[in-house]
């Protein structure tokens, strides 16, 4: 049987936002009703310097644009 918990631990689930942005602003509350359901994700604001970097990376990686998809597991 598998643990729920430890599911959803084992996962680096990335939310890739700009705050600016209609389709964000309507992601925001999923992201937090998931972070209420036990997972933990890192959430990377594009307009923020530090956290452009590893967005651009995660991006470029992906070939994805900011909330396309909305979370990129990165493991």
């Not at 937090?32 to 310097?49: F, M, P």
Request: one cysteine or more.
């Amino acid at each position: 049987m598998t643990n729920e918990k430890s599911d959803k631990e084992n996962h680096n689930l990335v939310y890739i936002m700009n705050p600016g942005c209609g389709w964000c602003k309507k992601a925001d509350p999923v992201v937090e009703e998931l972070r209420k359901d036990g997972y933990e994700i890192t959430t990377l604001n594009v307009t923020d310097k530090e956290d452009a970097k590893e967005a651009n990376e995660i991006q470029s990686k992906y070939s994805i644009r900011c909330g396309t998809p909305l979370f990129v597991d990165a493991e």
